[in-house]
C-alpha cells in the first residue's frame, strides 16, 4: 500500500512549536492512529522512526513522528529539555491528533522514548497499546551516553557534551530529571497492552533491560526478540521487521473494521475526489482503489490512471473469458498473460468516427497463452478472446447518460 506523508506541527507543552510528520495510507480506511516517540538525541529523521512509522503507515495505522523540543526542526533549546518535558510533548501532540485526524490509540517508543511512552501512556486516556523498541528499564541509563562530560555537568552546573559525535548543552535539571523516575511503579499500574521490542546483541541499551521492563509490567504483555537487529534499526529491513510484528501484535486491542454502510452494491462504482491535484478514490462493493496521474502530468503517481484502468478492465475481462472456455474445455491452458497500450490514430476516411478530427482510438492487445496447446487450440482461444463482453462492449456504440446528483 502506497503511503502520503505530511507536515504537521503543533503547540508544545511550553509554548513552542514542535514539527513532525504524520504518515498515513494513500487511500482506504485508516485502521488507527499510532504516536512515535524517538530515541535520546534522535530525531523524527532517525531510521528507526522513518521506517517504523512508513511499514506501520502502509499497513494502514498512520502514524506521527515529530522532533522534541530543542531537536531536529522544533523550536526550544535542548537545553531546557529533559525526560519531564519529553513526557509533556508527547501528551501535546496526543492532544493535536485528537483535535485533528483523531487521537492515537498506540504509544510507540525508541529507547529513551521508550522510556518516556511508558511514562505518557496513563496521561493520554485513549492509548491501548504501548509499544517499547530498545527502551531502558531505568531513565538514568542515558546518562551513561554522556561518558566523561558527566562529571562536567555536575561541577559547572550545565556544560556542553558531546553525543554521537554532536554537542549538546546539558544543565543539572537534565540530570535530577532523569534520576528516580518511577518507572516500575508507572509499568505496574500501566493497565494497557505492552509489547518489548528489543535486540539481543544491543550493545546500547542492554537486553536485560527488557527483562526488567517484562517483569514490572502486568498482563497482556509480551516480549519478542529483534534477532539481527541493533540499537538503531539500522540494519536492513529492521525497522520494516519491528512494524510488521507492532502491525499484526497490535490488531487484538483495535476496534474492528467496519464495513461502509454507503459502500456501493456490486456493479455499482462510485468515485469522489480526494486530496492531491488528480487523486480519486473508487469504490466498487467492498473493494477501494485510488486512481492519480503520473508525475509527469502533474499527479501524485499514487495509482493507474483512468486510461489505465479501461485497459485493466477489457485485460481481465479477456482473460478471463479465455481462461472460462479452457477450463469447460478441458483445454491444457497454464497461463494467460496480455499487454495492451492505448493511442489514438489519424484516419483518411472513417464513415464511423464520431468526432470532427478524424481520430479513432486504438488499443493494442497482445495476448500470451502458455501450456501445452496445439495450433488449433490455439487459435481458438484467440477467437473466443475477441467475445469478452468488454471487449463486446468497447465495440458497442456507447451512451453515457449523465445527471446532476
Given at each position: 500500500?502506497k503511503?502520503?506523508?505530511?507536515?504537521?506541527?503543533?503547540?508544545g507543552?511550553a509554548?513552542?512549536?514542535?514539527?513532525?510528520?504524520?504518515?498515513?495510507?494513500?487511500?482506504?480506511?485508516?485502521?488507527?492512529?499510532?504516536?512515535?516517540?524517538?530515541?535520546?538525541?534522535?530525531?523524527?529523521?532517525?531510521?528507526?522512526a522513518?521506517?517504523?512509522s512508513?511499514?506501520?503507515?502502509?499497513?494502514g495505522i498512520?502514524?506521527?513522528?515529530?522532533?522534541?523540543?530543542?531537536?531536529?526542526?522544533?523550536?526550544?533549546?535542548?537545553?531546557?529539555?529533559?525526560?519531564i518535558?519529553?513526557?509533556?510533548?508527547?501528551?501535546?501532540?496526543?492532544?493535536?491528533?485528537?483535535?485533528?485526524p483523531?487521537?492515537?490509540?498506540?504509544?510507540?517508543?525508541?529507547s529513551?522514548?521508550?522510556?518516556?511512552?511508558?511514562?505518557?501512556?496513563?496521561?493520554?486516556?485513549e492509548?491501548?497499546?504501548?509499544?517499547?523498541i530498545?527502551?531502558?528499564?531505568d531513565?538514568?541509563h542515558?546518562?551513561?551516553?554522556?561518558?566523561?562530560?558527566?562529571?562536567k555537568?555536575?561541577?559547572?552546573?550545565?556544560?556542553?557534551?558531546?553525543?554521537?559525535?554532536?554537542?549538546?548543552?546539558?544543565?543539572?535539571?537534565?540530570?535530577?530529571?532523569?534520576?528516580?523516575?518511577?518507572?516500575a511503579?508507572?509499568?505496574a499500574?500501566?493497565?494497557?497492552?505492552?509489547?518489548?521490542?528489543?535486540?539481543?546483541?544491543?550493545?546500547i541499551?542492554?537486553?536485560?533491560?527488557?527483562?526488567?521492563?517484562?517483569?514490572?509490567a502486568?498482563?497482556?504483555?509480551?516480549?519478542i526478540?529483534?534477532?539481527?537487529?541493533?540499537?538503531?534499526?539500522?540494519?536492513?529491513?529492521?525497522?520494516?521487521?519491528?512494524?510488521?510484528?507492532?502491525?499484526?501484535?497490535?490488531?487484538r486491542?483495535?476496534?474492528?473494521?467496519?464495513?461502509?454502510?454507503?459502500?456501493?452494491?456490486?456493479?455499482?462504482?462510485?468515485?469522489?475526489?480526494?486530496?492531491?491535484?488528480?487523486?480519486?478514490?473508487?469504490?466498487?462493493?467492498?473493494?477501494?482503489?485510488?486512481?492519480?496521474?503520473?508525475l509527469?502530468?502533474?499527479?501524485?503517481?499514487?495509482?493507474?490512471g483512468?486510461?489505465?484502468?479501461?485497459?485493466?478492465?477489457l485485460?481481465?475481462?479477456?482473460?478471463?473469458?479465455i481462461?472460462?472456455?479452457?477450463?469447460r474445455?478441458?483445454?491444457?491452458?497454464e497461463?494467460?498473460?496480455?499487454?495492451?497500450?492505448?493511442?489514438?490514430?489519424?484516419?483518411?476516411?472513417?464513415?464511423?468516427?464520431?468526432?470532427?478530427?478524424?481520430r479513432?482510438?486504438?488499443?493494442?492487445?497482445?495476448?500470451?497463452?502458455?501450456?501445452?496447446l496445439?495450433?488449433?487450440?490455439?487459435?481458438?482461444?484467440?477467437?473466443?478472446a475477441?467475445?469478452?463482453?468488454?471487449?463486446?462492449?468497447?465495440?458497442?456504440?456507447?451512451?453515457?447518460?449523465?445527471?446532476?446528483?
Amino acid at each position: 500500500m502506497k503511503i502520503t506523508s505530511e507536515k504537521f506541527q503543533f503547540t508544545g507543552s511550553a509554548g513552542q512549536i514542535l514539527d513532525g510528520r504524520l504518515e498515513r495510507p494513500a487511500s482506504g480506511p485508516v485502521r488507527a492512529i499510532a504516536l512515535f516517540a524517538h530515541c535520546f538525541t534522535c530525531t523524527k529523521n532517525s531510521r528507526g522512526a522513518v521506517r517504523v512509522s512508513a511499514a506501520l503507515a502502509a499497513q494502514g495505522i498512520a502514524t506521527l513522528r515529530f522532533d522534541f523540543t530543542g531537536l531536529g526542526n522544533s523550536e526550544g533549546a535542548f537545553s531546557d529539555s529533559g525526560f519531564i518535558s519529553n513526557v509533556s510533548d508527547l501528551v501535546a501532540a496526543a492532544n493535536a491528533l485528537r483535535e485533528g485526524p483523531g487521537a492515537p490509540a498506540i504509544l510507540i517508543g525508541h529507547s529513551l522514548g521508550g522510556a518516556a511512552a511508558i511514562a505518557a501512556a496513563a496521561k493520554i486516556e485513549e492509548i491501548k497499546a504501548v509499544v517499547t523498541i530498545g527502551a531502558p528499564f531505568d531513565v538514568d541509563h542515558v546518562l551513561g551516553q554522556l561518558g566523561d562530560d558527566l562529571e562536567k555537568v555536575k561541577t559547572h552546573g550545565q556544560a556542553e557534551v558531546h553525543i554521537g559525535g554532536r554537542p549538546f548543552v546539558v544543565n543539572q535539571a537534565f540530570l535530577d530529571e532523569a534520576y528516580d523516575q518511577p518507572q516500575a511503579q508507572r509499568l505496574a499500574r500501566l493497565n494497557k497492552a505492552l509489547l518489548i521490542l528489543h535486540a539481543p546483541d544491543d550493545d546500547i541499551v542492554a537486553l536485560d533491560n527488557a527483562s526488567a521492563i517484562f517483569q514490572a509490567a502486568h498482563h497482556p504483555k509480551s516480549f519478542i526478540a529483534l534477532d539481527g537487529a541493533d540499537h538503531l534499526l539500522t540494519t536492513k529491513g529492521s525497522g520494516e521487521y519491528a512494524a510488521q510484528i507492532i502491525t499484526a501484535w497490535v490488531q487484538r486491542y483495535l476496534p474492528a473494521l467496519e464495513a461502509s454502510d454507503d459502500a456501493p452494491e456490486m456493479g455499482f462504482v462510485t468515485v469522489e475526489t480526494a486530496s492531491g491535484k488528480f487523486k480519486q478514490i473508487i469504490r466498487s462493493g467492498s473493494h477501494q482503489l485510488i486512481a492519480d496521474e503520473p508525475l509527469s502530468f502533474g499527479g501524485s503517481d499514487l495509482g493507474p490512471g483512468p486510461y489505465d484502468y479501461l485497459l485493466a478492465g477489457l485485460g481481465a475481462c479477456t482473460s478471463m473469458t479465455i481462461k472460462m472456455y479452457a477450463d469447460r474445455k478441458n483445454i491444457p491452458l497454464e497461463k494467460v498473460t496480455i499487454e495492451l497500450e492505448h493511442s489514438r490514430e489519424h484516419v483518411g476516411d472513417c464513415d464511423s468516427c464520431n468526432n470532427q478530427e478524424n481520430r479513432i482510438d486504438v488499443i493494442d492487445r497482445t495476448i500470451s497463452l502458455s501450456g501445452d496447446l496445439s495450433e488449433k487450440q490455439r487459435e481458438k482461444l484467440m477467437e473466443i478472446a475477441d467475445k469478452c463482453p468488454v471487449h463486446r462492449t468497447l465495440e458497442n456504440r456507447i451512451d453515457i447518460h449523465s445527471t446532476l446528483g
